[in-house]
């Protein structure tokens, strides 16, 4: 089992920052892939970034979405077992729940079904 907790969401401007992080324990050795989710209000969850671990240690690979490319960046730290999701540059549309998942069969993917463990969520609300 892996467990994951999300935090750092908030209300912030349009065209502030965040800095959402996704702390794991458990048989946290066995994932592969790390992967943000978003849901706003009406809307199916959807993908946002994802980070792959080579030999389920350094993270390595980065994808994300078109929508936030350019604005947001994933990254990993081994030490502290804990994913982030740095966003710059926030839009009222990125305002959602934040899920934070884990893959334990893939290094890299971008589908929901993929990802065996999911955290609570995180409110993330940008006012314009």
């Known amino acids: 089992q892996v467990q994951l907790v999300e935090s750092g969401g908030g209300l912030v401007q349009a065209g502030g920052s965040l800095r959402l992080s996704c702390a794991a324990s458990?048989?946290?050795?066995?994932?592969?892939?790390m992967g943000w989710f978003r849901q706003a209000p009406g809307k199916e969850r959807e993908f946002v970034a994802a980070i792959s671990r080579s030999g389920g240690r350094t993270y390595i690979h980065t994808y994300y979405a078109a929508s936030v490319r350019g604005r947001f960046r994933i990254s990993g730290d081994n030490a502290k077992n804990t994913v982030y999701l740095q966003m710059n540059s926030l839009k009222p549309e990125d305002t959602a729940v934040y899920y934070c998942?884990?893959?334990?069969?893939?290094?890299?993917?971008?589908?929901?079904?993929?990802?065996?463990?999911w955290g609570q969520g995180t409110q993330v609300t940008v006012s314009s």
């Open positions: 998942a884990a893959d334990t069969v893939r290094e890299i993917s971008v589908q929901q079904p993929d990802y065996d463990y």
């Open positions: 458990g048989r946290t050795f066995s994932t592969l892939a």
